[in-house]
T-cell receptor, first 113, second 113 residues
Framework: NAGVTQTPKFRILKIGQSMTLQCTQD?????MYWYRQDPGMGLKLIYY???????DKGEVPNGYNVSRSTTEDFPLRLELAAPSQTYVYFC????????????FGSGTRLTVV | RKEVEQDPGPFNVPEGATVAFNCTYSNSASQSFFWYRQDCRKEPKLLMS???SGNEDGRFTAQLNRASQYISLLIRDSKLSDSATYLC??????????????FGRGTSLIVHP
């Protein structure tokens, strides 16, 4: 049971480039989330999804897009990368009852230069 | 008032000490509460859920006070390995039908010999 898998683990982008952060979970969780984290600043929600075909904006959606074509996958797309998007990005998932909390992937460390 | 507030610390305690963290939340309709642990450069991991009656897991005790809108985490007999950042997580619940978790910024704990 792999849980939540994120790829890549590290990436350096140049300003204006685009990339997709991959996230997949094998726990059949309905809910999936994308967070970004700045050291000491906590986790901020970018986008979330309550099921395949349904996505919604979180607290800081600007500059990002998501899709949820399957229950397992929830990729995050960065268009026109900027230095302000240098963060660690975490994907998480949870089941309908949320009794077991939220399971996180190991993160993608992104630097935009 | 922020949705979820924690004292950032750091709490610097000797091995064997008892330490307590508090976390306040602003939304009285919040329904689920958790404590997460995050080690440096790692993903957050579930430490324990917090139930209305309070709950204990070994050296860790979590309590919920709905009237005053705070949750607490007590760590007894601190170990060096307890050094980490502890994140408070509150699930807002409806309206909207979506249960979106909100994370506190975390409290840093340093246990020294």
């Amino acid at each position: 049971n792999a849980g939540v898998t994120q790829t890549p683990k590290f990436r350096i982008l140049k300003i204006g480039q685009s990339m997709t952060l991959q996230c997949t979970q094998d726990m059949n969780h309905n809910y999936m989330y994308w967070y970004r984290q700045d050291p000491g600043m906590g986790l901020k929600l970018i986008y979330y999804s309550v099921g395949a075909g349904i996505t919604d904006k979180g607290e800081v959606p600007n500059g990002y897009n998501v899709s949820r074509s399957t229950t397992e996958d929830f990729p995050l797309r960065l268009e026109l990368a900027a230095p302000s998007q240098t963060y660690v990005y975490f994907c998480a998932s949870s089941n309908h009852d949320r009794e077991d909390g939220y399971t996180f992937g190991s993160g993608t460390r992104l630097t935009v230069v | 008032r922020k949705e979820v507030e924690q004292d950032p610390g750091p709490f610097n305690v000797p091995e064997g000490a008892t330490v307590a963290f508090n976390c306040t939340y602003s939304n009285s309709a919040s329904q689920s509460f958790f404590w997460y642990r995050q080690d440096c450069r790692k993903e957050p991991k579930l430490l324990m859920s917090v139930y209305s009656s309070g709950n204990e897991d070994g050296r860790f005790t979590a309590q919920l006070n709905r009237a005053s809108q705070y949750i607490s985490l007590l760590i007894r007999d601190s170990k060096l390995s307890d050094s980490a950042t502890y994140l408070c997580v509150v699930n807002k619940g409806p309206p909207g039908g979506s249960y979106i978790p909100t994370f506190g910024r975390g409290t840093s704990l340093i246990v020294h010999p």
